[in-house]
T-cell receptor, first 114, second 112 residues
Framework: NAGVTQTPKFRILKIGQSMTLQCTQD?????MYWYRQDPGMGLKLIYY???????DKGEVPNGYNVSRSTTEDFPLRLELAAPSQTSVYFC?????????????FGSGTQLSVL | RKEVEQDPGPFNVPEGATVAFNCTYS??????FFWYRQDCRKEPKLLMS???SGNEDGRFTAQLNRASQYISLLIRDSKLSDSATYLC?????????????FGQGTTLQVKP
């Protein structure tokens, strides 16, 4: 079982460049999430989606965009990358809301903006 | 006040010790609570859910105190393999969004 797959695993961007972090899950989960984790810190929610066509902002959405055209895919777009976006990004999915919120995470993307 | 707050530690304990972590949350309407474990440079993985009556899974015991708005994790007979960061996770109302907020994590280092 593939679970949640994120690509790429590592990326270096120059300031002002744009990129898309890919996330796909094969568990038919309705809910998907993007988190970022800065060194020594917990995970901060960037965006989340409760189903195809529905997205909403999390705690730290500025500088990011998402789309959810299918149940499987939830790409995260960075426009005009800034050094403050240097972080580890985790995509996650869950079957639904309570009591099925167990999150399944991808292995993460280490992003550096220089 | 942060939505979810943990003592970052690190907690350095010898093998065989009992150690406890606490986590406080700010939204009294939160309904679901979890402990996740994160190994260095890896993705978080669910350790256990936290139920109102308290629950146990082997050497791990989780408890919820709604009145004081905190959850706890107790680890008995610590093993070297328990060394990790433990993340407290809380749902944010409305519950049907499935939105989860993570604490900053508590680092445990178990030494021989």
């Amino acid at each position: 079982n593939a679970g949640v797959t994120q690509t790429p695993k590592f990326r270096i961007l120059k300031i002002g460049q744009s990129m898309t972090l890919q996330c796909t899950q094969d568990m038919n989960h309705n809910y998907m999430y993007w988190y970022r984790q800065d060194p020594g810190m917990g995970l901060k929610l960037i965006y989340y989606s409760v189903g195809a066509g529905i997205t909403d902002k999390g705690e730290v959405p500025n500088g990011y965009n998402v789309s959810r055209s299918t149940t499987e895919d939830f790409p995260l777009r960075l426009e005009l990358a800034a050094p403050s976006q240097t972080s580890v990004y985790f995509c996650a999915s869950s079957y639904g809301g309570p009591p099925n919120e167990k999150l399944f995470f991808g292995s993460g993307t280490q992003l550096s903006v220089l | 006040r942060k939505e979810v707050e943990q003592d970052p530690g690190p907690f350095n304990v010898p093998e065989g010790a009992t150690v406890a972590f606490n986590c406080t949350y700010s939204n009294s309407a939160s309904q679901s609570f979890f402990w996740y474990r994160q190994d260095c440079r890896k993705e978080p993985k669910l350790l256990m859910s936290v139920y109102s009556s308290g629950n146990e899974d082997g050497r791990f015991t989780a408890q919820l105190n709604r009145a004081s708005q905190y959850i706890s994790l107790l680890i008995r007979d610590s093993k070297l393999s328990d060394s990790a960061t433990y993340l407290c996770v809380v749902t944010v109302p409305p519950s049907n969004t499935g939105k989860l907020i993570f604490g900053q994590g508590t680092t445990l280092q178990v030494k021989p």
